[in-house]
């Protein structure tokens, strides 16, 4: 049962072979028994769930079920929830229980969708491994010594062994697309603006955008159905006319012309991760599509800038975690700097402390024209390569990750190296673009994600690509050893 | 001020709360006065995850501001972070306006002492954010956070250093707070904190083209502590600098009680506040449409209505001034006018004197006149047609504000209707003449000053309600005929 897509639960519960209920007590107990290796889940909400998952039974009853109704999913720990607790990952949130549901967690459950748990990720979504959480790293299910990589870990892990059927996840720098692709799940980060950011907790507010982390584009396609959409309370919320994002998934890809970054595929990507991807740009030639190489010029600048961008952005949105409204506070201050310093430095760990010194720096007075300006120049010419690029391309391709999986604790000692894994991933932020990872294949017996890029609003074509190449593959079906 | 060759240099910075039923970024109630930290929502108190959304009414505020001054509206401005650190600021940010304000470069013209104009210019109007407020009291050693407050609608006004002395300062701050209760977008309660401001202070020596070194006065919320407080400011400079001290870049505090200013402590100042713009909001751009739309909007404004009331009704300068001093009383003025059949001077007197003496006897406000508007020109039209005198509308009106009805029903209930029958003054005349034969023999003989006695002795006998002109005439007729 917890192996099938969400659109497969679905029908299964359309024609009343199962129940929301009975699919809610089954991946409680498979969270229950796996997931105390993995460490992909913080808080389980199993009462709750069952409560939702009774509602939705009897809302179908009633006549009243979508596609998604009764369908258990599980919420990166960035995303609100009332009446549960939001850690993002932070011991300064670890107390945190919030007042109210992001819109996100509002639309999913107003489909009908049963929220079981909140899952791990790197502390306030900094990191590329899920290693930087207060509440210990999340595994790799392929690989349990080795990261699910991040932020998003957690929920890209709990796909992966079938802990949940789908989870959401935020994207800065490729925080779905690269923890999906590690894990051998499909990933979507949605155009800037497309689903709404109310109430996800914010780490760089330019870069942030929520998606769904599921088996199939399909599933992706259900869930942004969903999730997206306008969004009064965020004011970088996109005016447009809702989509159906399912209607083009069988479209054929006959002419479809590919684009081929040169500078993805430079001396940093590992031979076995540039195979599988040479390997899924032949399927997908061979159901018709043409590829064509382009140039992104800047695209090694995306990392310098994106070391600018985000932490001058989080530096100021984590100000507010001061320990005087909620959250921690350090005990017995002595005064209000004091109350300041120690709760800043004993509730936040040693990544974001980097990233929040690195972006006062660059704001600061005398700093700021050389760096915060300089990087939003360099910004909008990394933007203007895309631009360039389309003109020649419907799509863009390439690997999502350098490499595989990585052994825990192998470059958490150089931050570099670490920030390095999201090379291909981060310009896509940086551009405000939709990117999307696939699981294509395996290199040295772990998953290697595919990464599609698709101009502002394509969602809908990179979903109906990543379909049709998962109609012909069934690398998104396999699923890791010793999860039954 | 200006003695011993001393030139004051001021600019001031008016925060002017706009007056918008919900805050600038949430939803949130802006009232004044409700017990602490009821007014203040999710957004307000900067919980994770919120995110600020622009209120329309406090732009479109802005931007009436913006085209009263004649000030150039920007088609696009920026919201900005002011970063910094404080319990009662709950984001650790401001959300204010920097590079690019919503007001640039407009400009307005005050009244000297003198009688002559000078024109102060407007660098910039900006729209941001207010801050809540620290409780110091009551929470033994700890202190309280209210952020009712928080998320506030301003307008910061920053003037050009064009002021010269404490008075055009207070002259320039009260045009302002004049002009944003006419376009009524701030209810200019100084009391509350609806409309405050701090002064930047600078002396130079008369004929130096080069500023001084400045000191910015904060906490300054009457026009009074204005005055004394740049008055202070100017004194300790030029005592300083001749002193042969320097004046040195910083932020200071009035403080009422001592009427001294001190300096802040360094702590509440040393910040570099990195200011980037705010990536939770867009640029604001404005059409021209909607721009347009706001000027066809615009009341009359201040410096038009005393030109018009001058024109118009013949009044002083004093006079159209002091009735243009708000939208209300001018509005008050101009019914009573109309009620009163065009008496525009006998009106004016009536409302500089009497009603706004009275208001001010009982501390009250135009709007909360027991009087009408319609009742004052009923009781003037009564003076001018010779019902009453002057003297006994006194009477009139003290019974209006009292509540027992208009003129009319006043002088019938009270019979004051003043006696013009020419028959009836006459036989009182002849009463007091027959009573007082030594003054009419006084009067005789050339002590003509004994006449105020026979009138004083008739309007008596009359209760007041003898007509004074026919009563002056017919009296002398008598005496002389006698």
Redesign the interface.
């Known amino acids: 049962m917890h192996d099938l897509t969400l659109a497969e639960l679905s029908a299964a519960l359309y024609r009343g072979e199962t129940t929301s209920e009975e699919l809610t007590r089954h991946f409680l107990a498979r969270i229950e028994r796996l997931d105390s290796g993995l460490n992909s889940f913080v808080t389980v909400t199993a009462e709750r769930a069952l409560d939702q998952a009774r509602a939705a039974d009897a809302a179908r009853r009633r006549g009243e079920a979508g596609p998604l109704s009764g369908i258990p999913l599980a919420h990166k720990d960035i995303?609100?929830t009332e009446g549960v607790k939001?850690s993002?990952g932070s011991k300064m949130?670890d107390s945190?229980i919030?007042?109210?549901d992001?819109t996100v967690v509002e639309r999913l459950r107003a489909a009908g969708m049963v929220m079981l748990g909140k899952t791990n990720m790197d502390e306030f979504a900094m990191g590329s491994s899920s290693e930087t959480s207060f509440y210990g790293p999340v595994r790799n299910p392929w690989d349990r010594e080795r990261v699910p990589g991040g932020s998003s870990g957690g929920s890209a892990c709990a796909v992966a062994a079938r802990l949940a059927p789908a989870a959401t996840g935020t994207d800065t720098g490729g925080s779905i697309r690269q923890p999906a692709a590690l894990c051998g799940v499909t990933g979507i980060k949605p155009t800037y603006g497309r689903v709404s950011?109310?109430?996800?907790?914010?780490f760089?507010?330019?870069l942030d955008q929520g998606g769904p982390i599921t088996q199939t584009a399909e599933d992706a396609a259900l869930m942004l159905n969903a999730m997206s959409g306008f969004d009064?309370?965020?004011?970088?919320s996109a005016q447009r006319p809702d989509e159906d994002y399912t209607v083009g998934l069988d479209a054929a890809l006959t002419g479809l012309r590919i684009g081929l970054p040169k500078e993805f595929f430079d001396a940093g990507l590992d031979p076995g991760v540039a195979r599988v991807i040479e390997a899924a740009i032949k399927e997908l030639e061979a159901l018709g599509a043409r590829v064509i190489e382009v140039e992104l010029p800047n695209t090694h600048l995306s990392i310098p800038v994106y070391y600018v961008v985000a932490p001058?952005?989080c530096?100021?949105n984590?100000?507010?975690f001061?320990g005087?409204?909620?959250g921690y506070r350090c005990a017995a201050p002595a005064d209000?700097?004091d109350l300041?310093c120690r709760t800043r430095g004993e509730g936040f760990g040693a990544e974001v402390k980097r990233r929040i010194m690195i972006g006062?720096y660059a704001?600061?007075?005398g700093y700021?024209d050389a760096y915060?300006l300089k990087a939003q120049q360099i910004r909008r010419l990394i933007r203007d390569d895309y631009r360039r690029a389309f003109e020649r391309v419907d799509v863009i391709m390439g690997p999502t990750s350098p490499s595989v999986a990585f052994k825990l604790g192998e470059k958490t000692g150089d931050p570099i190296t670490m920030y390095l894994s999201d090379i291909y991933t981060i310009s896509v932020n940086l551009a405000g673009l939709p990117g999307i990872s696939i699981p294509a294949g395996f290199a040295e017996g772990l998953p290697v994600g595919l990464q599609l890029i698709g101009e502002h609003f394509g969602e809908a074509r990179l979903l109906n690509i990543a379909h049709r190449y998962q109609q012909v593959t069934d690398w998104h079906r396999r699923t890791p050893p010793g999860i039954d | 001020m200006t003695d011993k060759g001393w030139e004051p240099v001021i600019g001031l910075e008016i925060h002017a709360q706009l007056a918008t039923q919900s805050k600038i970024f949430s939803g949130a109630p802006t009232a004044y006065g409700a017990p602490p930290n009821t007014q203040a929502c999710?957004v307000d108190?900067?919980?994770?995850?919120?995110?600020?959304?622009?209120n329309r009414e406090a732009v479109r505020m802005a931007v009436r501001f913006g085209l009263a001054i004649e000030a150039r509206v920007s088609r696009r401005s920026v919201f900005a972070?002011k970063?910094y650190?404080y319990?009662d600021l709950?984001?650790?940010?401001q959300i204010s306006q920097y590079e690019l304000p919503i007001v640039a470069a407009g400009h307005t013209e005050i009244t000297l002492e003198d009688g002559g104009t000078k024109r102060v210019g407007i660098t910039r109007a900006h729209l941001e954010e207010d801050a809540g407020k620290s409780l110091h009291e009551d929470f033994h050693g700890m202190s309280g956070?209210d952020l009712n407050r928080a998320g506030t609608p301003l307008l910061e006004i920053v003037s050009e250093p064009d002021l010269r002395s404490a008075k055009e300062a207070v002259t320039y701050m009260r045009k302002i707070h004049t002009l944003v209760r006419y376009l009524g977008i701030c209810d200019g309660n100084m009391q509350e904190g609806s409309f405050r401001c701090d002064a930047n202070v600078s002396v130079r020596k008369t004929g130096e083209a080069r500023l001084g070194t400045r000191a910015e006065v904060k906490n300054l919320n009457s026009f009074r502590f204005v005055e004394r407080a740049i008055c202070h400011e100017i004194e300790r400079q030029i005592a300083l600098l001749e002193a042969g001290g320097t004046v040195v870049l910083e932020t200071r505090l009035y403080d009422p009680d001592r009427d001294e200013t001190r300096p802040m402590r360094e702590?509440e100042e040393a910040n570099?506040y990195?200011?980037?713009p705010d990536?939770?909001?867009?640029p604001l751009v404005l059409s021209e449409d909607f721009i347009e739309a706001q000027r066809a909007d615009l009341p009359e404004l201040p410096d038009a209505k005393r030109q018009r009331f001058i024109a118009q009704y013949g009044l002083p300068a004093y006079d159209a001034a002091v009735l243009c001093a708000s939208r209300e009383l001018a509005d008050f003025y101009e019914g009573a006018v109309a009620a009163s059949g065009g008496q525009a001077k006998p009106c004016a007197n009536w409302v500089m004197v009497e009603v706004l003496g009275a208001l001010n006897r009982e501390a009250k406000e135009i709007g909360q006149c027991p009087i009408s508007p319609t009742m004052l020109g009923g009781l003037v039209r009564r003076i001018t047609d010779g019902t009453i005198s002057g003297k006994i509308a006194k009477e009139v009106f003290e019974a209006m504000w009292q509540g027992e009805g208009d003129a009319d029903a006043v002088i019938e209930a009270r019979g004051l209707k003043q006696i013009s029958d020419e028959g009836a003054i006459a036989a009182l005349i002849d009463e007091v003449l027959r009573d007082n034969p030594t003054q009419v023999a006084q009067y005789r003989q050339g002590k003509e000053q004994v006449l105020a006695f026979f009138v004083g002795h008739v309007m008596k006998k009359s209760r007041g309600k003898a007509n004074p002109q026919r009563l002056n005439a017919l009296l002398r007729e008598r005496l002389g005929a006698g």
């Open positions: 995303f609100c939001t993002c949130l945190f919030s007042p109210y992001a950011r109310y109430g996800m907790v914010a760089a507010s330019s009064a309370r965020d004011s970088t001058a952005e530096s100021s984590l100000a507010r001061d005087v409204r909620y209000l700097h300041y006062t704001l600061s007075a700021y915060y | 999710a108190l900067g919980l994770p995850g919120v995110l600020p959304v622009l972070r970063n650190f319990p709950p984001k650790g940010y956070i702590k570099d990195r200011y980037f990536p939770d909001l867009l």
